[in-house]
């Protein structure tokens, strides 16, 4: 059987196809210590049941008064977030040196009509330049591909009735926010920081650069042979050459320094989170460490060993870092030692029954390093 043809003027006045637009898996990574609000709630009487459980959580000593003012407090801004298109928001409640430190981080997903990411991100830029002419405005290349920062500050009053002081108050606020067009959707993510705590503003933007650099989307295929690629082969991070020469010309210094003959094994250079960053929640490779023994040493050698290293680098500047032992000595690269150590620092151990000298040299924290005015510092 065979179809007529449709008329020719039919053909010529059709609309054109709607594009079609990729259904993306949207995903990041948030730190344990980031508690998320119930945005996502399936009506309000469940998500008030889960801000209440949450609240109660958050302050388990404070009294049912305060708890309900605060649970209030947040309540109040959850039907504005779902106007907004807010997909996602957490509450960062830290304690830094004693102090009650807290941020909020807030996830929108937005519609435009723009088939140009470079022409989205001028024209965002221009809107936001005339509504905050005085904020910072980068771009940026994250991970998950260009985006558009604004730095600056907020502000807002909570009412006497939500306020855990009953009268009204004035909150001043720093604030990033990022605009990272989604690929072929005509969707764009908006990411929001803002912080009351000014004087940890480091840490929280320095933890939010983290958190964006988790960013990722995919189509369901391309995140299935994703999981695959990665069960079958997880991904390293090397480290950078300059690092692996700082790494070894410090073993070098070492072994000069233990003046041991045996046989080497290991020499393996990998990288790593250093204890700072981990307890701060960051998870990405800021440091390296170069890891190799010496075998096969008499117990005499082996004894006179760490008093060497001891002697030997305290004349240049490094000091013990921690407890050390008659078998274990640690040791780190302070201001006073020369300026291409700084930061360096090793482990160094003896084992007489096995006959071994093991040392593991570690390279600077790469984020202790980085300037001041960096994108989120």
């Not at 609309?15 to 998320?36: D, H, Q, S, Y």
């Not at 996830?107 to 140009?116: A, G, L, N, R, T």
């Not at 929280?204 to 990665?230: C, N, P």
């Not at 991070?237 to 020469?245: C, L, S, T, Y």
Request: glycine share 8%; proline share 7%; hydrophobic share 35%.
């Amino acid at each position: 059987m065979s179809y007529p043809s449709a008329p020719a003027e039919a053909a010529a006045t059709a609309p054109p196809p709607a594009p079609k637009r990729t259904r993306l898996n949207i995903g990041w990574v948030m730190p344990p210590f980031v508690r998320e609000l119930p945005v996502n709630a399936p009506d309000h009487e469940t998500g008030a049941e889960q801000l209440y459980t949450l609240v109660t959580d958050l302050m388990p000593d404070r009294s049912d008064e305060d708890r309900f003012r605060f649970a209030l407090a947040l309540g109040s801004q959850m039907d504005l977030m779902l106007e907004a298109n807010v997909i996602y928001a957490g509450l960062c409640l830290l304690e830094v040196e004693g102090r009650p430190s807290g941020s909020t981080i807030v996830v929108s997903q937005i519609e435009h009509e723009s088939d140009d990411d470079e022409e989205l991100l001028r024209t965002t830029q221009q809107a936001l330049e005339r509504t905050h002419p005085d904020d910072d405005y980068q771009r940026v290349e994250l991970p998950c591909g260009p985006a558009l920062s604004r730095i600056g500050a907020s502000g807002f009053i909570i009412s006497a009735q939500w306020s855990p002081t009953g009268q009204e108050v004035a909150v001043q606020q720093s604030q990033i926010q990022v605009y990272i067009p989604l690929p072929g959707a005509r969707e764009m993510l908006i990411f929001a920081l803002d912080s009351p705590s000014s004087e940890d503003w480091d840490l929280h933007s320095e933890l939010f650069a983290e958190i964006l650099k988790t960013i990722d989307w995919g189509t369901d295929q391309e995140v299935e042979d994703y999981r695959a690629m990665r069960q079958s082969a997880p991904a390293t991070v090397e480290p950078a050459d300059g690092v692996k020469q700082g790494l070894y010309w410090h073993s070098s210094r070492l072994m000069d320094a233990v003046a041991l003959h045996g046989s080497m094994g290991g020499g393996d250079v990998a990288s790593l989170t250093c204890a700072e960053c981990w307890a701060k929640g960051l998870r990405s490779a800021c440091s390296a460490r170069h890891s190799w023994y010496i075998g096969e040493v008499t117990s005499g050698d082996l004894t006179r060993a760490l008093p060497r290293v001891l002697k030997s680098f305290a004349s240049q500047g490094w000091r013990t870092d921690g407890e050390s032992t008659g078998e274990r000595v640690r040791l780190r690269a302070g201001d006073e030692a020369p300026e291409r150590s700084v930061g360096h620092a090793f482990t160094a151990s003896v084992d007489l029954s096995a006959g071994t000298f093991t040392a593991e040299v570690t390279a600077p924290c790469t984020r202790a390093a980085a300037p001041t005015d960096s994108l989120f510092g």
